[in-house]
């Protein structure tokens, strides 16, 4: 038997919270469903918690999901992320394009990734798709649990595909730099955007359906098809 080595003789094993620490430090975490608030009256307005979460970029769900108030409650939720934004020039940033995001891990930023969890603020004219990119919208989760212009959402009676105003609308997103997203979107219609669109898309917040049957989870062939 060969006798144990003296604590310290070739160094202590590193602990698995060190080790956590050093991945957390040099990976880029981004939590795609959450937003982050100043406040004040905190110690260091709050800023120290989020630093030691390691997250490097949050990404709040803004705009209402109702299509009657949704573009009028976005456009006004943008302004407000962009003024809290240049509040804090220091520990912030908005979020607009890929360089972006090794920008905020490198200057110790907390970046910020816009996003809606439905596409009514765009309403039927592709060309408010323009209008919040200008904005720094970056993100559209295509429906949210019903049907909309785009398709269906998972809890919808009917599980039909994309429109073709769906599909233009992809497309569209796909040249403008923008995160097609389907956490919510039903099950054909996550076939089709994995079909139609010409770059990455993302399952934002959602589950593997064989281990959990909600009815937002996506099954192994559309996770396959991701």
Not at 159 to 173: C, E, I, N, P
Not at 193 to 198: K, L, M, N
Not at 202 to 218: F, I, M
């Amino acid at each position: 038997m060969i006798p144990a080595a003296p604590s310290g003789f070739l160094g202590d094993p590193p602990s698995s919270l060190s080790i956590l620490d050093d991945i957390f430090k040099s990976s880029i975490i981004i939590d795609d469903l959450s937003g982050f608030d100043p406040k004040p009256s905190l110690p260091d307005a709050g800023f120290s918690v989020v630093k030691e979460s390691g997250i490097t970029i949050v990404g709040p769900t803004l705009g209402d999901v109702e299509p009657e108030t949704a573009f009028h409650t976005t456009v006004e939720e943008l302004g407000k992320t962009a003024e809290l934004i240049s509040r804090y020039p220091d520990r912030m940033m908005l979020i607009r394009s890929f360089p972006d995001i090794a920008k905020a891990k490198q200057e110790n930023k907390l970046g910020v990734l816009a996003n809606v969890q439905n596409s009514a603020c765009i309403g039927r004219d592709l060309k408010n798709l323009d209008l919040f990119y200008s904005l720094g919208l970056r993100q559209i989760q295509l429906t949210f649990n019903w049907r909309n212009w785009v398709g269906d959402g998972c809890t919808e009676r009917t599980q039909a595909g994309l429109s073709y105003f769906g599909v233009d609308m992809v497309k569209r997103m796909n040249e403008l730099g923008m995160i097609v997203d389907v956490g919510h979107t039903g099950y054909q219609s996550t076939l089709d955007a994995v079909e139609v669109s010409g770059k990455p898309i993302v399952y934002s917040h959602t589950n593997c359906k064989a281990l959990c049957d909600h009815p937002r989870n996506k099954t192994d062939e559309q996770i396959k098809a991701l």
